[in-house]
């Protein structure tokens, strides 16, 4: 009797135990789903699974929060810009963390000039927000560097930097300070219309979304500004509400605000953003160089903007205001310059024809002034040269059409531009005589049409034809220099094949660039270097070639790619005479810049918490050809360092503390066309750790050179030096 009782007792107990669900199975999960810097993912995608195999799916709300009810075994979770994540040691109130895809996952909206993430065989890099907010830079500018082969006219951070030296440079192809590459925000030029200088502070931090780099000539979709490729800073779109805000203060008494909202109810939406930084800012001029008369470079600057719009079934329309205004010092009391900018954009969309149209119109005005003064011997005193007031007004407008047919999507549209700007001078010679005004400047027009077709010949293989026409004319204002105008084609082809792990792309490409109205009409000085404008420049017209391959494995993602540039006709700072106490230098022509390079890129996610990333470029840039500056033959292109890259460590555990550092460095370069002036190779290594403090806030300490690397920036002939060592620290507020 009682073997037959304990018999029946242990195969209740086995019965019971058959019809538990495993010990690794939790009846209910629930948890949060954050980026890699602690803040929520609204609306990730949750797959729970059981042991049995069924699956079943959930959606995190605003604040991330999500709860699946069980037995459930394992779960992955997905949104758009992550890779997934897959837990398989599930529990209740548990926290998901969602990395940013790899660059072999990232599709990019402006690689295709698309409304979608179309996929593209154009080298990419997305830097997402959570990347932005777990970097230790404290400028948009400064987080780019770690872009393959991204690099600014000078070395300076745009913190301490002239603005009309921030033009950003991509695959070698350098030569002034003019920019090579399209700079936009949602679609509207960043690029200054008188000049194609960036402002990189115009956008709120607390407002960006992603940023797209896309490297290589792109002219046949964005035209002449696009000759080392196109930088896109895109936005929160205001399709949900939430609130972001960032508030840090640090050294060189440096405080920022910076604040995004947005709400959306019944397909009606508005956004708006603010942000506010003031800085003492750092010494320019290197410590052995500084006299009495050097002092920091200190900025202030305000910017915001405001968007309302509606999106009904398939057509939606978008109203944007913005403004920016920007006060700076020089590194000495009499070198100021000012800008207040602003702008009122439009965009509209909707079905047609079958396919997607897209419409877009801005219009924008710009006041910017700027002082140039002669420093005395042993920098003990100054004397203003010139006062400078540049007006500028600028309007575009633009459409574009995109349609399947077949297997193929076809993209086509046009586009027109129109820059007027008048530059006001006073001169004031070594009797400090004022004279003046003179005037200088001319209107810029241009007009376009392009095309693209990007045709899947086979399931892993795409071919991608493109082309555009542009019309450009600029007219001076002084009447006795002449008339510039061109017609030129810009035709791109690309093709890109994927097979397993594997995915190997090439593109061939021509792209054109006419000169600015900067370049054309208004000179300027750094130091004792006086740089004179041009009227009578040309178009430099660029010829490129690319290929690359990329490579998946479980954890760690490579690509290799390989350039050559030939720009004709280049547009360089040519040195006309050179004594020790001023050179001379003008725009011209420099027949041609030869750029070829390698850039390597690899990410690795070695484990659930532990990431690694790191580029390499390779460059050789060299003037070739030169017979209209043929003393700078075989020299190589000024700000091209022959090497440049960086790595960055990144440990993630919200629920701890999330670690990043990030080194980069860059090899000798030279700041002028006659290779007089090095500029020594560098490494600087920042660091930044956050935690969060509860649901939706995140403190942070960043360090910047944390070894207070004293690096050059420029030789003007004076060394200049780069952003020392600063410490901020601060809060981050998501509320959704």
């Not at 699974?49 to 709860?67: C, E």
């Not at 929160?236 to 640090?250: L, S």
């Not at 008494?253 to 959306?264: A, C, K, N």
Request: glycine residues 10%; hydrophobic residues 40%; aromatic residues 8%.
């Amino acid at each position: 009797m009682h073997v037959r009782a304990l018999l029946f007792r242990m195969m209740a107990v086995c019965l019971l135990a058959a019809m538990a669900p495993p010990a690794s199975a939790q009846t209910t999960v629930s948890g949060t789903v954050v980026d890699v810097s602690g803040l929520a993912v609204a609306g990730a995608e949750i797959t729970a699974r059981g042991a049995d195999g069924r699956t079943s799916t959930t959606t995190a709300g605003p604040d991330g929060r999500f709860a699946v009810q069980g037995p459930v075994a394992s779960l992955r979770a997905t949104a758009p810009g992550f890779a997934p994540t897959d837990v398989n040691d599930v529990s209740n109130d548990m926290q998901v963390v969602l990395r940013p895809a790899t660059f072999a996952d990232s599709v990019v909206v402006t690689a295709t000039r698309g409304a979608e993430r179309l996929p593209s065989a154009a080298p990419a890099t997305v830097v997402t927000s959570a990347e932005l907010s777990n970097s230790a830079a404290g400028a948009l500018d400064d987080v780019l560097r770690s872009t393959p082969g991204f690099s600014l006219f000078r070395r300076s951070s745009s913190r301490v930097a002239n603005p009309t030296t921030q033009g950003v440079t991509l695959r070698g192809v350098s030569g002034s300070g003019a920019s090579r590459t399209l700079v936009l925000a949602d679609g509207v030029p960043l690029n200054d219309p008188f000049g194609s200088w960036v402002y990189w502070n115009r956008v709120p931090q607390a407002a960006v979304d992603r940023v797209e780099v896309v490297r290589g000539a792109t002219g046949d979709l964005y035209g002449a500004d696009a000759l080392g490729g196109v930088v896109q800073v895109l936005t929160f779109a205001p399709d949900r509400t939430r609130a972001r805000a960032t508030i840090e203060g640090g050294s060189f008494d440096t405080y920022r605000g910076s604040l995004f909202g947005g709400v959306e109810n019944n397909g009606w939406a508005a956004s708006g953003a603010f942000e506010a930084t003031s800085t003492d800012g750092a010494y320019t001029v290197a410590s052995e160089a500084r006299g009495p008369i050097d002092t920091r470079a200190d900025s202030d600057y305000r910017t915001g903007f405001a968007t309302v719009g509606r999106q009904a079934g398939t057509w939606n329309a978008w109203i944007k205001g913005a403004a920016y205004s920007e006060e700076r010092g020089n590194g000495t009391p009499e070198q100021v310059n000012s800008t207040d900018w602003k702008q009122v954009s439009g965009t509209a969309g909707g079905s047609l024809a079958g396919g997607v149209w897209q419409a877009q119109a801005s219009g924008s005005s710009q006041d910017y002034y700027q002082t140039f003064t002669a420093v005395f011997a042993g920098r003990a005193g100054e004397r203003l040269t010139t006062a400078q007031t540049t007006d500028t007004s600028y309007a575009s407008a633009g459409g574009q059409w995109t349609r399947p047919i077949g297997r193929a999507t076809i993209v086509a549209g046009t586009e027109v531009h129109r820059t007027e700007s008048t530059v006001e001078e006073f001169r004031y010679p070594a009797a400090n005589v004022q004279t003046g005004p003179f005037f200088a400047g001319g209107t810029e027009r241009s007009a376009a049409l392009y095309t693209r077709a990007s045709v899947p010949v086979a399931d892993n293989l795409t071919v991608d034809l493109g082309g555009r026409v542009d019309w450009w004319r600029s007219e001076p204002t002084d009447a006795t220099l002449p008339d510039k105008s061109v017609t030129f084609f810009s035709p791109r082809a690309s093709v890109a094949l994927r097979q397993g792990r594997y995915a190997l792309q090439g593109a061939v490409y021509r792209a054109n660039r006419p000169p600015t109205l900067n370049e054309l009409h208004r000179g300027f000085r750094v130091g004792n270097a006086v740089t004179n404008p041009n009227p009578l420049l040309d178009p430099e017209k660029l010829t490129g070639v690319e290929g690359g391959v990329l490579a998946t494995f479980d954890r760690v993602t490579t690509r290799v790619t390989a350039f050559y540039n030939s720009l004709d006709g280049a547009i360089a700072n040519i040195t006309l005479s050179s004594t020790p106490t001023l050179i001379t230098r003008e725009r011209r022509n420099s027949d041609e810049i030869r750029a070829g390079g390698v850039e390597f890129e690899a990410d690795a996610r070695l484990t659930s918490t532990f990431s690694v990333n790191g580029q390499l470029v390779f460059t050789s840039s060299h003037f070739r050809g030169s017979v209209a500056a043929p003393e700078i033959e075989g020299n190589r292109v000024p700000q091209v360092p022959a090497v440049q890259g960086g790595v960055g460590l990144t440990w993630t555990d919200p629920r701890i503390v999330t670690a990043a550092v990030q080194a980069r460095f860059s090899g000798m370069q030279y700041d002028d066309d006659q290779n007089d002036f090095e500029l020594g190779g560098y490494g600087v290594v920042d660091l930044q750790v956050s935690r969060a403090i509860t649901r939706g806030i995140v403190g942070f300490l960043a360090v910047e050179n944390l070894f207070d690397e004293e690096y050059d920036a420029g030789r003007t002939p004076i060394r200049l030096v780069g952003w020392p060592r600063s410490v901020r620290v601060g809060l981050r507020v998501a509320l959704r």
